[in-house]
């Protein structure tokens, strides 16, 4: 076993005790009762296969990472997902990008852009099929609180007053930003995004920013790329992979 592996089955090893998911089980050493009923009977790549082409996010639990587990058969799996691709800068918009003085945006700029360079391979209906938390359009004096830093989705035009947050912010409509809000993950609007403020307030957002339409910012915006952000958030509306090996764990509590 080199290196590398041997840390990455030490690290899934804790993740699946802090889920209640006790053995770690190699697929070349099967002696789980359960799992070796499932490989005599011959539908072990089966029940693989089935569960990474029935793919449900919302069904799976997620471990850390990219890393998720979800049952099969009484069985847990371990599955890998590879991140959509999705373009590595921190403001794309499919409009005209309009910053005044102060306005920072560390990381690439890509203004009028279309089909790939806007939101690459991602899916948005997949992304809202998803959403933790679903609300209308409307003014909001801070960010809502998003379950488990997954997906929130507006569905209309949206004014954030500031705010804490993380994960995926989907917005229907325009969004407005007026005060301080911070946020790490991706945003997506699909209109246009204008970003003001007055005095010391300041939003600050990790990751990357979308906006179908267009975009301005005064010198109270700040956004920050991080390909590390994105890709975490993203993965779960990746491309789902086995983890070779190791893909097969006993759920609930044993000795």
Same mark, same amino acid.
């Given at each position: &076993?080199? %290196?590398?592996?041997?840390?990455?089955?030490?690290?899934?090893?804790?993740?699946?005790?802090?889920?209640?998911?006790?053995?770690?089980?190699?697929?070349?050493?099967?002696?789980?009762?359960?799992?070796?009923?499932?490989?005599? &009977?011959?539908?072990?790549?089966?029940?693989?296969?089935?569960?990474?082409?029935?793919?449900?996010?919302?069904?799976?639990?997620?471990?850390?990472?990219?890393?998720?587990?979800?049952?099969?058969?009484?069985?847990?799996?371990?599955?890998?997902?590879?991140?959509?691709?999705?373009?590595?800068?921190?403001?794309?918009?499919? *409009?005209?990008?309009?910053?005044?003085?102060?306005?920072?945006?560390?990381?690439?700029?890509?203004?009028?852009?279309?089909?790939?360079?806007?939101?690459?391979? %991602?899916?948005?209906?997949?992304?809202?099929?998803?959403?933790? %938390?679903?609300?209308?359009?409307?003014?909001?004096?801070?960010?809502?609180?998003?379950?488990?830093?997954?997906?929130?989705?507006?569905? *209309?035009?949206?004014?954030?007053?500031?705010?804490?947050?993380?994960?995926?912010?989907?917005?229907?409509?325009?969004?407005?930003?007026?005060?301080?809000?911070?946020?790490?993950?991706?945003?997506?609007?699909?209109?246009?995004?204008?970003?003001?403020?007055?005095?010391?307030?300041?939003?600050?957002?990790?990751?990357?920013?979308?906006?179908?339409?267009?975009?301005?910012?005064?010198?109270? &915006?700040?956004?920050?790329?991080? $390909?590390?952000?994105?890709?975490?958030?993203?993965?779960?509306?990746?491309?789902?992979? $086995?983890?070779?090996? &190791?893909?097969?764990?006993? %759920?609930?509590?044993?000795?």
């Amino acid at each position: &076993m080199t %290196l590398f592996s041997a840390v990455l089955t030490l690290v899934v090893s804790l993740a699946l005790m802090a889920a209640s998911s006790v053995f770690l089980l190699n697929e070349t050493r099967l002696s789980e009762q359960a799992v070796t009923r499932v490989q005599s &009977m011959g539908l072990a790549e089966v029940e693989i296969a089935d569960a990474l082409a029935a793919w449900d996010e919302r069904a799976a639990t997620p471990l850390g990472g990219c890393l998720f587990l979800v049952e099969r058969s009484g069985l847990g799996l371990l599955v890998h997902l590879t991140p959509p691709a999705f373009p590595q800068a921190g403001l794309v918009s499919g *409009g005209h990008v309009t910053l005044g003085p102060g306005a920072i945006i560390d990381g690439v700029v890509d203004s009028l852009a279309s089909g790939p360079a806007l939101i690459g391979d %991602l899916d948005l209906g997949r992304v809202a099929r998803a959403a933790a %938390l679903t609300l209308s359009g409307g003014s909001y004096g801070v960010l809502p609180e998003n379950p488990a830093g997954g997906v929130i989705h507006l569905l *209309g035009d949206a004014e954030l007053g500031g705010g804490d947050g993380g994960g995926v912010l989907l917005v229907d409509g325009n969004l407005t930003i007026r005060g301080s809000l911070t946020f790490s993950g991706v945003v997506l609007v699909r209109g246009a995004l204008e970003v003001s403020g007055s005095g010391t307030s300041s939003s600050h957002l990790y990751g990357s920013v979308v906006t179908f339409i267009g975009a301005t910012g005064d010198s109270t &915006m700040r956004v920050t790329y991080s $390909k590390a952000i994105v890709d975490n958030v993203l993965c779960r509306f990746g491309t789902p992979r $086995k983890l070779r090996g &190791m893909s097969w764990t006993r %759920l609930g509590q044993g000795g």
